[in-house]
């Protein structure tokens, strides 16, 4: 038949895949299509893409949803319909792959060609002047004075039921045709659990929104809505439960909206507001807040009232970008600005986005250099204040990427913090640590410690106690002689279990480093509230101790403080003679700095203590 649906060639990923605008944005994703499609041909002939091929349209979405693929490139019908049949509610329409419109047909078996023309009927829209025409036709019969007039007019009669039997049936078709069409636009177009607008109408109304505002001169802002930890609700409560505070969420939204103002829907927690005809930037800060104070009321669920906090990215035409697409990869960026920074809203400015794609490429890489081995541990010696002699060294980490050159801890910490590959990078520098230290001890038969940083991320994990335990039986060490540092930060996270874990790792005969002591705001209450071996004095209090007569008296009495308590004291980033003699008057423990060297690989720091100890047992490095 003739065409009853135009559609577009779409991108399908999982709710959370980062934002993509289009083909373009899969080239460093694995991308499923449907064998002898118009589809791989169009990937084949406009990207260099190496699609995996699967026979059917199904084991394609199923792909992706399982994880083996990133995103399938197909029809936005048939991928909608069958999201909905297998229930793959982890996927999403991410972006149309072109602006080209394709058209559905109805097809029948060869041996039924008749179905072809009843189809069509129904198809078509059949007028007034037609209905004349084919009874005219039907009627054309020559007269004949010999002819049974009754025959004839049983033959007309015949022909008039029929006629008007098709005419009643096709009309019928007509309307649930056209019904149907409503309902496969409306499902193209909108929400489905919201009836907000989809990705795709708010791209065009944006577009228009912005034509309008090119000619009058105006502006458009766009604003991102993201509902942050959603994917919590869901595990809480489930998916049910997220359902009715999605629907609830989207009410509210609309609720708050003035005229020029449309709400729409990305998918899973995503949402987007566009703002029109403004005329000062004021505006769209005001409607972010009000977004915001629309979540200050708990939400219902069939448990218990839930709470729910959102982060907004805004982007503005023509300040940052001219196009529908570009508004909204900025939006989207903002919107990820704010919620690492914990903050309602964020605008897209250009040194944002260089923030955040360095941080994005940072995350990319990440994943890959422990495989790589990228990242490598330095030590930092420590010595005794009076000697000099090197006792005991702090585990630091260090990351080359052959991309991006030595990347600084305080940048890719954070980020592995928020990724989850904290736990796998800090189980790394403790075997590092570990065997590093059991090959000096056995090489120079002296009992040197180590220090090693717990992330606060680490520290709550279930699997932290158990691992240590395992790597100091497998590496046949002393308890006392590893130490783990633990800032003043983890100590004031809500982690309720944060007694429990210190007690279990004072269980295990291990040592316990106040890092950082000075910076805070309540070190003095946590030296009363929990057991710590050592205490180290941050480097900003030892810079300007020569100079200084505040900084002096801090650390004199911070030293006698610890030592009543039982505390050996370690002062870091000690850089000068002056610093230390004044350190060493006041009794100092242990000394750390560049005063006696910076960290080194382990192959450095041998030889350095090759220089101080006599070796007892050659072992290769």
Known sequence: TDSYLSYHRVIVTREDTPFISGLQDLSQLSVAVQANTSHHGYIKEHSDIQPNLYGTLQDSLLAVSGGEVDSFVGNVASATYWIRKLHLSNLKIAAPVSNDVQTLHFAVRKDWPELVTILQKGLDSISPLQRKMISEKWLAVEYSPTMDYGLLWRVVGGFSLLVITVLLWNVMLNRKVQRRTSQLEYSASYDQLTDLPNRFLVQDRL????????????????????????????????????????????????????????????????????????????????????????????????????????????????????????????????????????????????????????????????????????????????????????????????????????????????????????????????????????????????????????????????????????????????????????????????????????????????????????????????????????????????SDLPTVEADRKLVAATIAMAHELGMKVVAEGVETEEQCNILVENNCDILQGWLFSKAMTLKDTTAMLDGQYEQIDEVGV
Request: hydrophobic residues 40%.
């Open 207 to 542: 577009s228009h929104l912005i034509d309008d505002a090119r000619r009058a001169q105006k502006k458009v802002a766009l604003i991102s809505v993201d509902i942050n930890d959603f994917k919590k609700i869901n595990e809480a409560f489930g998916h049910k439960t997220g359902d009715t505070i999605l629907s609830e969420f989207a009410n509210r939204l609309k609720n708050i909206l003035s005229e020029g103002q449309t709400a729409g829907r990305l998918g899973g927690n995503q949402f987007l507001v566009v703002q029109g005809n403004l005329t000062d930037v004021e505006d769209s800060v005001a409607l972010a807040e009000r977004i915001i104070s629309c979540t200050r009321d708990k939400f219902n669920s069939l448990d218990q009232p839930v709470s729910l906090t959102v982060g907004l990215g805004i982007s503005l035409y023509p300040n940052d970008g001219d196009t529908a697409e570009l508004l909204l990869k900025y939006a989207d960026t903002a919107t990820h600005y704010a919620k690492e920074q914990s903050q309602g809203y964020a605008f897209y400015t250009d040194n944002l986005i260089r923030n955040v794609s360095r941080r994005l490429e940072l995350e990319r890489y990440m994943f890959e250099a422990l495989a790589n081995n990228e990242f490598e541990v330095y030590f930092q010696p420590k010595v005794e204040s009076g000697s000099r002699r090197i006792v005991s060294f702090e585990a630091l980490l260090r990351w080359h990427n052959k991309e991006m050159g030595m990347v600084s801890p305080a940048e890719f910490i954070p980020i592995a913090e928020k990724n989850g590959l904290i736990e796998e990078i800090g189980l790394f520098v403790m075997e590092q640590s570990l065997a590093a230290l059991e090959y000096w001890q056995h090489r120079y038969q002296t009992s040197f410690s180590i220090a090693v940083n717990l992330s606060p991320i680490q520290f709550r994990s279930e699997d932290l106690i158990p691992t240590i335990e395992s790597l100091i039986l497998n590496y046949g060490l002393r308890s006392k002689n590893i130490e783990f540092e633990i800032t003043e930060g983890l100590l004031l996270s809500d982690y309720p279990m944060i007694e429990e874990q210190l007690r279990r790792l004072e269980s295990l005969g291990v040592t316990l480093a106040m890092d950082d002591f000075g910076t805070g705001y309540s070190s003095l209450s946590y030296l009363r509230k929990y057991k710590f071996d050592t205490l180290k004095i941050d480097r900003e209090f030892i």
